[in-house]
């Protein structure tokens, strides 16, 4: 069976660097001009989810391995992480809407390179009684509380 998706926009940033520190990007959706009435009403919620194209990946990466190649990090399996290595070059993430104008969706938080396929935006609506409902990994809470990646950046 196959399955065609076509992609609604690009996105805008500027970054080619793959490797980057994404909680800090600003990013431009820009979508087709066929779209812009869609978005009527997205401007209320306070974050998105962005769909996108990994046109860069380069092929499923198989078993286990340390996320970053880091060997502080367990070896976990791809569906544990943001890999772009994924069965179906998808990428998905929930980013802060940071305004619309036009076709153009401005957002904080996406990784995704410039000239990325985006092929679709929704809203992002918290189901559950609290925030603290969810769990991570103890390496990713780790990562994010010491921000290992500014000590990445520095590498």
């Known amino acids: 069976m196959k399955y065609q998706v076509k992609p609604i926009g690009v996105v805008r940033n500027g970054i080619a660097e793959k490797d980057t520190i994404w909680e800090e990007v600003e990013s431009e959706i820009v979508l087709d001009d066929e779209y812009a009435e869609s978005l009527t009403g997205l401007d209320e919620f306070s974050h998105v989810i962005v769909t996108w194209w990994l046109h860069e990946s380069r092929g499923y990466q198989r078993g286990v391995f340390r996320p970053r190649g880091w060997d502080e990090f367990p070896e976990v399996g791809t569906f544990a992480t943001r890999s772009p290595r994924r069965p179906n070059p998808i990428g998905i993430t929930v980013v802060k809407l940071l305004g619309i104008d036009g076709p ?30 969810t769990r991570v990994p103890e390496w990713i809470r780790r990562f994010n509380e010491e921000k290992l990646y500014e000590e990445e950046a520095a590498r």
């Open 104 to 133: 153009r969706v401005r957002v904080l938080g996406l990784d995704a390179i410039d000239g990325t396929p985006v092929l679709d935006v929704k809203p992002y609506i918290h189901y559950g009684d609290r925030v603290e409902d």
